[in-house]
């Protein structure tokens, strides 16, 4: 039985692959994203080499960068101001 441990250079490169990632200008990943949706065969292996790193990868460290990311609410957004008054609620008491 083998087991595998990450080494410096693997770890390494998770790292700058995860910095690279994360410092992209939204416009960029839009395009990213625009190339994988267009594109008939989406290829996790597909290599985008103006930026030097895979679609999976890319989209792999997309979600977990962004679930680390507090959302922020933006006002005007959601609800929109609405309100509940009390002939809105069932009261079935």
């Known amino acids: 039985m083998t087991s595998e441990h990450l080494n ?3 770890w390494k490169k998770y790292i700058v692959l995860s910095a690279s990632i994360d410092y ?3 416009k960029d990943k839009r395009t990213i994203f625009a190339l994988i949706r267009q ?3 989406r290829d996790e292996q597909a ?3 103006d930026y030097g790193f ?3 990868a890319f989209c792999a460290w997309q979600i977990l960068s ?3 990311r507090p959302r922020r609410r933006r006002r005007g957004v959601g609800n929109r101001g609405a309100t509940l008054s009390a002939s809105d609620v069932d009261d079935d008491t």
């Open 54 to 56: 895979t679609a999976g």
């Open 39 to 41: 594109h008939a065969t």
């Open 47 to 49: 290599f985008f080499p």
């Open 24 to 26: 992209l200008k939204v």
């Open 8 to 10: 410096y250079p693997t």
């Open 66 to 68: 962004d679930t680390r």
